[in-house]
């Protein structure tokens, strides 16, 4: 899994005010939760772009006054008009530890229902992975090669990894369907 250095400061009062002043000096509140204690710390905004404006899956490391931690990002907030990052929530990770994250579908090879001219329909980007941090991967791979027009790809359908996919076993992942045209052709030659 790929990971994203950045460093922050730690906060020394915990309040709306000095919030309020942080985000002022272009800087995002934050808390690290999950260890022994919380440690409420400041990073920079602009830090920060790499690690939440992403399709990817990505672990941070954290360097709060020489300290590193090993974190992935639990829960963002915004401001509902302005889209300005208020405050980010860190989720300590420990090897020993296992995790829950949502991890991008890959979608790979070629359908050859597409090829005939269906429509392919990717219902889930995402998957809940259950999983310790070094058997996490950066995506899902799932292969599209069989898909024939009418076919479907379900979670049950994945291969077994060193990680559990805590989404409903029927979950549609991607689906292969009859295009106007490809309706219309049939149509046509029934009529003949």
């Keep these: 899994m790929k990971t994203i250095a950045i460093s922050g400061s730690p906060r020394e009062n915990v309040g709306k005010r000095d919030a309020k002043e942080l985000r002022y000096e272009g800087k995002v509140p934050a808390v690290l939760y999950g260890g022994t204690e919380q440690i409420h710390f400041a990073v920079v905004a602009t830090d920060l772009k790499e690690a939440i404006y992403t399709p990817e899956a990505n672990f941070l490391e954290i360097e709060i006054n020489g300290?590193?931690?090993?974190?992935?990002?639990?829960?963002?907030?915004?401001?509902?008009?302005?889209?300005?990052?208020?405050?980010?929530?860190?989720?300590?990770?420990?090897?020993?530890?296992?995790?829950?994250?949502?991890?991008?579908?890959?979608?790979?090879?070629?359908?050859?229902?597409?090829?005939?001219?269906?429509?392919?329909?990717?219902?889930?980007?995402?998957?809940?992975?259950?999983?310790?941090?070094?058997?996490m991967p950066q995506v899902v791979e799932v292969s599209i090669s069989k898909l024939e027009v009418g076919n479907l790809f379900r979670v049950r359908d994945l291969a077994k990894g060193e990680y559990v996919i805590t989404n409903t076993p029927e979950d549609t992942i991607v689906s292969v369907g009859m295009s106007r045209a490809l309706k219309q052709a049939e149509q046509q030659a029934g009529k003949k």
């Design 67 to 135: 300290a590193k931690s090993k974190a992935i990002i639990k829960e963002l907030q915004f401001h509902p008009l302005t889209d300005l990052l208020l405050h980010v929530d860190f989720l300590q990770l420990f090897d020993d530890k296992e995790i829950l994250m949502e991890i991008p579908v890959k979608l790979t090879g070629t359908s050859p229902g597409v090829k005939m001219g269906g429509k392919l329909v990717q219902k889930l980007r995402k998957l809940r992975v259950k999983a310790l941090p070094a058997n």
